[in-house]
């Protein structure tokens, strides 16, 4: 007689299939924005070559590409978008570092040939005439058409008209020629204090460039324990490797680091300043 009883049957029940439609949709990802705003900022980093002040948006690029590529690592399966963020740290890069390098460049050039011209015009004011000095006060092309005494006569003829303006215009640099008269006293070239692009004037692209001078006295006869500064403002024009310098101005005596540019004329809308034609 069979003794066996029927056994259990266990019964596994297979996971739901998923729908075919399911199957193709794939799962919605968003964009990041920082991406986008990261791509943004890259691009307007190109108008640092015109102002450096865009320079900012260089900056942000990397920042905000960076912290979207850490929140898309942190959220895979929400956000999108980390060859956006490479992109506009590439660009912040790029744009960022090559204008820093170009204007640290530019700005050496610039304080290495004006160094040069400074010297020179310690060397003018202190064994030159005052026609020579005059000289120095045109730029390269206006000096080969006179000569120091042909300036000298100039001036003297423009003071005699006009003796009161042109006294007050020349006063510092007279003073300054008078002080370092003396054998015994020497004009001694410091440093530029600053040197950049003249935004106040148009037709072409001009620098500008202050010497700093020291007016070195024998100790015995100071007349004060106070070394005395002049200041040269220098403007040019890049031609070819080399600059054309003049003198714009001279200030003596002069606090060092206390030299403030004239302000950029304000425009009216038609290219022209205050009082402007």
């Not at 148009?202 to 005395?228: C, I, M, N």
Request: proline residues 5%.
């Amino acid at each position: 007689m069979p003794t066996d009883q029927p056994g259990h049957l266990i019964v596994e029940e297979a996971p739901p299939k998923a729908s075919p439609i399911e199957n193709e949709i794939p799962t919605y990802r968003a964009i990041s924005n920082r991406a986008v705003f990261s791509v943004i900022c890259g691009v307007l980093a190109a108008f640092s070559f015109a102002d450096l002040i865009f320079l900012v948006f260089a900056v942000l690029a990397l920042v905000l590409g960076v912290t979207a590529n850490l929140v898309i690592k942190r959220k895979p399966d929400l956000l999108t978008g980390r060859r956006l963020a490479n992109v506009g740290i590439a660009l912040g890069l790029v744009f960022g570092l090559t204008v820093i390098t170009y204007t640290v460049i530019q700005n050496f050039i610039l304080a290495r040939e004006a160094t040069k011209f400074a010297l020179t015009y310690a060397k003018v004011l202190k064994e030159g005439r005052l026609g020579d000095a005059l000289l120095l006060r045109d730029p390269q092309e206006a000096r080969e058409k006179k000569t120091a005494e042909e300036k000298e006569k100039e001036y003297e003829s423009m003071r005699t008209r006009e003796r009161m303006m042109i006294d007050q215009k020349m006063a510092p640099l007279l003073n300054l020629r008078k002080a370092i008269a003396r054998k015994d006293v020497d004009l001694h070239f410091v440093d530029i204090e600053t040197q950049g692009v003249d935004e106040n004037r148009a037709g072409g692209v001009y620098f500008y460039a202050t010497a700093l001078y020291e007016v070195e006295k024998p100790a015995a006869k100071e007349d004060s324990g106070r070394p005395q500064y002049a200041l040269a403002l220098f403007k040019g024009q890049q031609k070819g490797r080399h600059y054309d310098w003049w003198v714009e101005d001279v200030l003596f005596p002069y606090q060092p680091k206390s030299y403030r540019g004239a302000a950029k004329p304000v425009d009216d809308g038609h290219g022209h300043g205050p009082g402007g034609h």
